[in-house]
């Protein structure tokens, strides 16, 4: 059966036309029920079949049933869809559509759900049944409509069903929030519930109820007077916007205080954002519209640490607005501005724990996120006594603006608190690194083993298996995805080939293992463990250039000069074979080894006298050499608790691979821009505003050097220049403090923006890109597409040279590498705490940051940073006899705090105490005590030390795990790191 649907469209020049389609209809699509007869299994999306006999669990409908959700349900409860109480559910195909038109995660999850036989999720395809399918009548709008085929389908599965000798004991009910439609429903003689009253009559599945989404105005807070303003309608905000008066950018919340964040808005310095009534609501990755305050209202950022202590400080600001008016601010006011609208929402679901309520028998309760830049959340469950003491999930629904928190609800228990493998889990899901094992269908793109070269492969291929190659990378390494080589030519000159593991010609585009490679776009690595890309046959044997045998290689080979000039460049694609894969050490070995002649060793010998040429070049240009600390753990080889923690050695061989990764880089950008000038995937780093230097021109000249940050070649140049023979540690924490001031970098479509932007301002290079690791980098793999292109060794497609598309797959590669990037540094720490429990000793630190109430100190020994809190300890007072808070006195312009004439400067040595404070389960921290300058009230007594046998035992069964971890280095991370190794060196963002 044949029907039309017509569409009348408005084209670009206000034309309208009219649109036709043929719609067909079939009277063969089965209806799921197990014993129905009377229709076919033809059409059906998926094969799990309706159970014969449905149990019901629900006390609201006893005889045996099956569900039909309208799309709201879904969109709204899908974390009690995923329960495993609800069993036979009817998807229909207009709410399968609906909900993949307006939410793709859920979507996503909805589909996992079908696909899982065992909840017998069936999906009918109503649209194309010709006795459910409807027309949209005249004046009916498209919701009313999508309610109208929903209650049609349930009226035929029961008339279909009663029919059937087979399947008359099926009954199909309505599952729907929306009371005009349930009433229809009951007038139509369907059976129809709210979500509330079938869930709540789910008395097998007590939990259940608390995890559907609280509804606006239901546990929406304790008082019903407004404490927010009211956020701006769409149309507002864009009309604002067009005109100027409002501000479009990203809210981020600070780390240090709740009570203020700063908005990123594009091409103006972020903008402060000041008390909890200007946030308006606001969650840290919010896209909002801010309106700036007048002039003479603009603020500065507070000098003071403040957290969001207590169970629930009730429906006021009151406390908020009398600490931001009365705690110490920087001099330096900036752009200050309210939120007065979200654009969008980047809520999500949160890891945390459940702080009971103090009043017994209260079913509301606070939930505490892992993640401090997020709000404290209220959520009703009545299983508080089984959730307190467990790493739980919970989803914000709203804000009303009679709230002082957001109201959510619990998703899930992940496990006991302080658990490894709970927080580890806490740790992923906190940072959205995707981490589920590998679907079928990925699997199912795998070559077949064994895997061979064909004679095809070596004619379409430049066969460089004679040339002395090898790899250099960390201890352990097993996703090697570039290797070396060098020799001298003829006329004078070298050869020298960077040959990167060839990872587009097993992904191909549009497969499901591209798509999912698309998506995880890094691999993540973590402490003890890492979470591929791509799966291990690729990673770690096919695409790895180990040197057992041999791998198909992307390679760019230059003719350079002996002053390291680059006189030629090509790409070709290879077949390679590794002679040996080295660490750092073994490389560095054979070089130092002057008894080793070896062809192989001349060639690294090469490599290093080129690259010291070319990073001498580099940093001539203005190149930046940041810093920060560095720690590997050694764990124990049972369970794998770390037992002893150490810093990472640096040598002249990471620098050499550095170099060459650069400079490949670099060539693969020039070439790929100059071929694809619209859709080339680039990485530029933009250069930072003159006042984010501002903490290092003041620690600098406090410390008697200046610092010039008219350009970064004399940013580099007045780094370089201050040291100082007596404090040796001095270079490195000024660079520190200057990796902090550096914007992110950041993946882009060439096309996007102007030339100039391009350029990367810690490398000091107009172009670059990455190239040089498509094992563990998506964006590798898309410009090793477009090399390849450019080679004519590969054809193009659609998606590849659409800029919009371009574009939309480097933002999304930017937001995972951030978030790797935060899960390797919230690994470090876990497994630092895990270190420190049960210890206490005392390190030698140095004073990196000084707030009023705070000082910050980096231990490079551990390679961590802590705080040292002022105002923490009282002392007696004799005059007033009682505690009194210690009388430090904050100096900003130094900046210095003083005590009793003891004075506490910036980059000063001290001694301090570190330990494990686990008083606070949710957030378990390392606390610093001052031991060294004795400050009489302040300081306290050296820890006693370690016994000898617990440490020599500690070094006996030691095994390092470092070598899951890939660290090389071509500039990969997100902060930029890209001048330095590629995760080699793990930035710190200041708070």
């Given at each position: 059966m044949l029907a039309q649907k017509v569409f009348l469209k408005k084209t670009k020049r206000g034309n309208i036309i009219k649109e036709v389609r043929e719609h067909y209809l079939r009277d063969d699509i089965r209806c799921g029920h197990p014993k129905c007869q009377k229709c076919d299994l033809v059409g059906s999306v998926n094969k799990a079949l309706l159970t014969e006999n449905p149990i019901s669990v629900a006390s609201v409908c006893l005889e045996p049933h099956y569900i039909v959700v309208d799309t709201n349900i879904v969109l709204e409860h899908i974390d009690a869809l995923e329960s495993e109480g609800f069993c036979n559910v009817i998807i229909?195909?207009?709410?399968?559509?609906?909900?993949?038109?307006?939410?793709?995660?859920?979507?996503?999850?909805?589909?996992?759900?079908i696909s899982?036989?065992?909840?017998?999720?069936?999906?009918?395809?109503?649209?194309?049944?010709?006795?459910?399918?409807?027309?949209?009548?005249?004046?009916?709008?498209?919701?009313?409509r999508n309610d109208r085929a929903i209650r049609v389908a349930c009226a035929w599965f029961n008339k279909h069903w009663k029919e059937e000798v087979g399947a008359k004991h099926g009954k199909a009910i309505l599952l729907s929030d929306d009371k005009a439609n349930r009433d229809r429903a009951e007038s139509e003689k369907i059976s129809s519930f709210s979500s509330y009253d079938y869930v709540e009559s789910m008395k097998d599945f007590p939990s259940l109820v608390d995890k559907l989404k609280q509804k606006d105005g239901k546990g929406d807070g304790f008082s019903k007077r407004f404490l927010f303003p009211e956020h701006l309608a769409p149309a507002q905000i864009n009309a604002g916007i067009k005109s100027g008066r409002y501000l479009k950018g990203v809210f981020y919340q600070s780390r240090t205080s709740y009570l203020e964040g700063s908005v990123n808005v594009e091409g103006k310095d972020p903008i402060l954002v000041q008390g909890l009534e200007h946030m308006n609501r606001s969650v840290d990755?919010?896209?909002?519209?801010?309106?700036?305050?007048?002039?003479?209202?603009?603020?500065?950022?507070?000098?003071?640490?403040?957290?969001?202590?207590?169970?629930?400080?009730?429906?006021?600001?009151?406390?908020?607005?009398?600490?931001?008016?009365?705690?110490?601010?920087?001099?330096?006011?900036?752009?200050?501005?309210?939120?007065?609208?979200?654009?969008?929402?980047?809520?999500?679901?949160?890891?945390?724990?459940?702080?009971?309520?103090?009043?017994?028998?209260?079913?509301?309760?606070?939930?505490?996120?892992?993640?401090?830049?997020?709000?404290?959340?209220?959520?009703?469950?009545?299983?508080?006594?089984?959730?307190?003491?467990?790493?739980?999930?919970?989803?914000?629904d709203s804000w009303p603006r009679s709230s002082r928190y957001p109201v959510g609800h619990f998703v899930r228990a992940l496990g006991k608190l302080g658990d490894k493998a709970t927080e580890n889990e806490v740790l992923l899901l906190e940072h959205d690194i995707p981490h589920s094992?590998?679907?079928?269908?990925?699997?199912?793109?795998?070559?077949?083993?064994?895997?061979?070269?064909?004679?095809?492969?070596?004619?379409?291929?430049?066969?460089?298996?004679?040339?002395?190659?090898?790899?250099?990378?960390?201890?352990?390494?097993?996703?090697?995805d570039d290797a070396l080589h060098a020799m001298p030519l003829p006329n004078g000159n070298y050869e020298v080939g960077v040959h990167i593991a060839d990872v587009s010609h097993f992904i191909r585009p549009g497969t499901a293992i591209d798509q999912e490679a698309a998506n995880r776009s890094t691999t993540v690595y973590l402490t003890d463990r890492r979470i591929d890309m791509v799966p291990e046959l690729l990673s770690s044997n096919l695409c790895s250039l180990r040197d057992d045998g041999d791998r198909f290689a992307f390679s760019c080979v230059w003719e350079m000069d002996q002053e390291a000039n680059i006189v030629a460049t090509r790409f070709h694609k290879s077949i390679i074979r590794s002679r040996s894969s080295m660490t750092y050490e073994d490389a560095q070995n054979r070089i130092d080894d002057k008894a080793d002649t070896s062809d192989l060793t001349e060639s690294l010998r090469i490599l290093l006298k080129l690259s010291k040429l070319l990073k001498a070049r580099r940093i001539e240009a203005g190149a930046l050499l940041l810093a920060s600390s560095e720690v590997r753990f050694n764990v124990d080889s049972e369970t794998a608790d770390p037992i002893d923690v150490q810093a990472k050695v640096m040598r002249e061989t990471n620098s050499m691979v550095e170099e060459f990764m650069l400079a490949a880089n670099i060539s693969a950008a020039t070439r790929i821009h100059q071929n694809f000038p619209d859709c080339a995937m680039l990485r530029r780093h933009p250069a930072p505003p003159a006042s984010n230097f501002d903490p290092l021109v003041k620690a600098a000249k406090q410390q008697g050097h200046e610092i010039i940050i008219d350009s970064g070649k004399q940013l580099a140049d007045t780094l370089n220049a201050a040291t100082d023979a007596k404090r040796p540690y001095l270079n490195t924490m000024l660079r520190m403090i200057a990796t902090r001031c550096m914007m992110q970098a950041v993946y882009f479509a060439s096309g996007t923006i102007e030339e100039p932007l391009f350029r990367h301002y810690g490398?000091?290079?107009?172009?670059?890109?990455?190239?040089?690791?498509?094992?563990?980098?998506?964006?590798?793999?898309?410009?090793?597409?477009?090399?390849?292109?450019?080679?004519?060794?590969?054809?193009?497609?659609?998606?590849?040279?659409?800029?919009?598309?371009?574009?939309?797959?480097?933002?999304?590669?930017?937001?995972?590498?951030?978030?790797?990037?935060?899960?390797?540094?919230?690994?470090?720490?876990?497994?630092?705490?895990?270190?420190?429990?049960?210890?206490?000793?005392?390190?030698?630190?140095?004073?990196?940051?000084?707030?009023?109430?705070?000082?910050?100190?980096?231990?490079?020994?551990?390679?961590?940073?802590?705080?040292?809190?002022?105002?923490?300890?009282?002392?007696?007072?004799?005059?007033?006899?009682?505690?009194?808070?210690?009388?430090?006195?904050?100096?900003?312009?130094?900046?210095?705090?003083?005590?009793?004439?003891?004075?506490?400067?910036?980059?000063?040595?001290?001694?301090?105490?570190?330990?494990?404070?686990?008083?606070?389960?949710?957030?378990?921290?390392?606390?610093?005590?001052?031991?060294?300058?004795a400050i009489p009230g302040y300081s306290v007594a050296p820890a006693p030390p370690l016994p000898e046998e617990e440490e020599s035992s500690t070094s006996k069964v030691s095994q390092e795990k470092d070598g899951a971890r890939k660290r090389k280095s071509d500039g990969s991370s997100t902060n930029d790191q890209d001048l330095k190794e590629k995760n080699k060196k793990k930035m710190k963002k200041s708070n």
């Open positions: 229909l195909q207009t709410v399968l559509d609906e909900v993949r038109h307006r939410s793709s995660p859920i979507y996503k999850r909805l589909k996992d759900i899982n036989p065992a909840r017998n999720f069936w999906v009918f395809v109503n649209e194309h049944r010709k006795e459910t399918y409807v027309e949209r009548q005249p004046g009916e709008s498209a919701n009313d990755g919010d896209t909002v519209a801010v309106q700036l305050l007048k002039k003479e209202d603009w603020s500065a950022p507070l000098e003071v640490v403040l957290e969001d202590d207590g169970f629930d400080s009730g429906d006021t600001l009151d406390p908020a607005k009398k600490l931001v008016s009365e705690s110490a601010k920087s001099k330096d006011t900036q752009l200050t501005a309210r939120v007065v609208g979200i654009v969008r929402r980047k809520w999500r679901q949160y890891c945390g724990m459940l702080q009971s309520n103090p009043v017994k028998g209260s079913n509301r309760h606070i939930f505490v996120a892992a993640e401090k830049k997020i709000p404290k959340v209220r959520i009703e469950t009545r299983q508080s006594d089984k959730l307190i003491g467990q790493r739980i999930i919970v989803a914000i094992k590998f679907s079928d269908a990925v699997l199912e793109c795998l070559p077949e083993m064994p895997w061979t070269i064909t004679a095809k492969d070596k004619l379409e291929r430049v066969d460089c298996r004679h040339l002395n190659i090898c790899s250099v990378d960390p201890p352990g390494c097993t996703d090697i490398l000091a290079c107009p172009i670059y890109t990455h190239f040089t690791s498509p094992i563990r980098r998506y964006a590798d793999v898309i410009v090793h597409r477009l090399l390849a292109v450019s080679i004519q060794a590969d054809s193009t497609y659609a998606g590849l040279v659409d800029k919009k598309q371009t574009q939309k797959i480097a933002e999304n590669i930017n937001y995972r590498h951030r978030m790797a990037q935060y899960a390797g540094r919230a690994s470090v720490n876990l497994f630092t705490h895990l270190y420190f429990r049960n210890k206490k000793r005392d390190e030698t630190g140095y004073i990196l940051y000084i707030r009023q109430n705070a000082i910050q100190v980096l231990i490079p020994k551990y390679g961590l940073e802590g705080t040292l809190f002022l105002n923490k300890k009282k002392r007696k007072d004799e005059e007033v006899g009682a505690d009194t808070e210690l009388a430090w006195h904050f100096n900003e312009d130094e900046p210095s705090v003083t005590l009793d004439g003891h004075k506490l400067s910036l980059f000063q040595k001290l001694e301090v105490q570190v330990e494990l404070d686990s008083t606070d389960i949710q957030h378990e921290k390392l606390v610093l005590s001052l031991v060294k300058p």
